[in-house]
């Protein structure tokens, strides 16, 4: 049972244009949302977490929007840079001290 | 450089052997954590550990075990491996019983 869904395997974004990641989760205990990102023979890394209590939260080019009432998060990097390009895991947890549950991956290309 | 050591970085053994995966956490990091990326496949949870006490169990084989040591680190034992077992396992430590993960590059077992 995916708990956390990313239904997108793969996106190709034009460099300098805005990248969407989305993810759909199940599990209404869920009350804090991460985003990783992974280049290859590399570990995954934090790129941004939103609580519950928001809806929104920004870190320079990534803002991560949150929609609890669909059970639905995104991702948008704006602009897009080639260095963007890397898979994008989302993942998920029932509170702070809860094990985090992740997302298939959406890999991300950014065309020059 | 996250400062999560996985040893060895790849391995490659028979069916039917026995294999351990070491992590070495952040410094300071309480929290550790196995994933188990296979082809196609998220990042599944296997296991938890913080501060030497299994945390939260994933969907860890019952041939698969782990522990977390008194100077903090992990090791992750597969045993009776099956050609299915390859993949790339990863740690992750974190300084409180969740939040923001730190992975390691991964140890990549195949299975042959």
């Known amino acids: 049972d995916q708990q956390v869904k990313q239904n997108s395997p793969s996106l190709s974004v034009q460099e300098g244009r805005i990248s969407i990641l989305n993810c759909d989760y199940t599990?209404?205990?869920?009350?804090?949302f991460l985003w990783y990102k992974k280049y290859p023979a590399e570990g995954p890394t934090f790129l941004i977490s939103?609580?519950?209590?928001?809806d929104k939260n920004e870190d320079g080019r990534f803002t991560v929007f949150l929609n609890k009432s669909a059970k639905h998060l995104s991702l948008h990097i704006v602009p897009s840079q080639p260095g963007d390009s890397a898979v994008y895991f989302c993942a998920a947890s029932a509170g702070r001290d809860d094990k985090i549950i992740f997302g298939k991956g959406t890999r991300l290309h950014i065309l020059p | 450089d996250s400062g999560v050591t996985q040893t060895p970085k790849h391995l490659i053994t028979a069916t039917g052997q026995r294999v351990t995966l070491r992590c070495s956490p952040r410094?300071?990091?309480?929290?550790v954590y196995w994933y188990q990326q296979s082809l196609d496949q998220g990042l599944q949870f296997l296991i938890q550990?913080?501060?030497?006490?299994?945390?939260a169990k994933g969907n860890i084989l019952e041939r698969f075990s782990a522990q977390q040591f008194p100077d903090l680190h992990s090791e992750l034992n597969l045993s009776s491996l099956e050609l299915g077992d390859s993949a790339l396992y990863f740690c992750?430590?974190?300084?409180?019983?969740?939040?923001?993960?730190?992975f390691g590059e991964g140890s990549r077992l195949t299975v042959l």
């Open positions: 939103i609580s519950s209590i928001k």
């Open positions: 410094s300071g990091d309480l929290s």
């Open positions: 599990n209404s205990m869920f009350d804090y």
């Open positions: 550990y913080y501060n030497g006490e299994e945390r």
């Open positions: 992750a430590s974190s300084d409180q019983l969740a939040g923001e993960l730190f």
